[in-house]
């Protein structure tokens, strides 16, 4: 019983193609985000949706676009993928300002 | 701008002795703490955290210590296991809520050597 999953686990592509990853968390919480972790390892956020409305949304391209068809989902779609764009992305989910759940991250490779 | 440092990025303890961990911020505004321990191709997990309002917050073998003037916090843990080897992240969050994220420092890693 996976509390927050996201598929694939990993994902091989060539440039300029679009792809997405899924995230669906089963914990009732109301918040969603997405994380990248770069080749530096710094996590950071790109966006969170909270009861299916976007909260925040870092600088990121617009060719990622963050889409929540429930408060249990949340997909990451990008478009024209760049070499720029290989990291881990994690999905997230929180109750609170205090509960944060990782999923256990997708590591997109762009070639 | 790094908002949150984590200035070591490995830290090699024997097992059995105090693993020390650091971690520094430079937004007074964050006002919760929050240490998570990752295993390569796994996800942050949630390990300790710790309220503004407290200088130290203790579950098991792990101990958070916040200095708010200094800016600093640090976590224990006693006495180091072999299972603890993993990458540590602090992490950082202001009075916005859950919705505005977290922010991360770049992580240390930690390994217990038998």
């Known amino acids: 019983d996976t509390a927050v999953s996201q598929t694939p686990k990993y994902l091989v592509t060539q440039m300029g193609n679009d792809k997405s990853i899924k995230c669906e968390q089963n914990?009732?919480?109301?918040?969603m985000y997405w994380y990248k972790q770069d080749s530096k390892k710094f996590l950071k956020i790109m966006f969170s949706?909270?009861?299916?409305?976007?909260?925040i949304n870092e600088t990121v391209p617009n060719r990622f676009s963050p889409k929540s068809p429930d408060k249990a989902h949340l997909n990451l779609h990008i478009n024209s993928l760049e070499l720029g764009d290989s990291a881990v992305y994690f999905c997230a989910s929180s109750a609170s300002n205090y509960g944060y759940t990782f999923g256990s991250g997708t590591r997109l490779t762009v070639v | 701008d790094q908002q949150v440092k984590q200035n070591s990025p490995s830290l090699s303890v024997q097992e059995g002795r105090i693993s020390i961990l650091n971690c520094d911020y430079t937004n007074s505004m964050f006002d919760y703490f929050l240490w998570y321990k990752k295993y390569p191709a796994e996800g942050p997990t949630f390990l300790i955290s710790?309220?503004?309002?407290?200088d130290k917050n203790e579950d098991g073998r792990f101990t958070v210590f916040l200095n708010k003037s200094a800016k600093h916090l640090s976590l224990h843990i006693v006495p180091s296991q072999p299972g603890d080897s993993a990458v540590y992240f602090c992490a950082a969050s202001g009075s916005g809520g859950g919705a505005d994220g977290l922010t991360f420092g770049k992580g240390t890693h930690l390994i217990i050597q038998p």
């Open positions: 949706y909270n009861n299916k409305e976007l909260i």
């Open positions: 914990l009732g919480h109301d918040t």
């Open positions: 710790i309220s503004s309002i407290k």
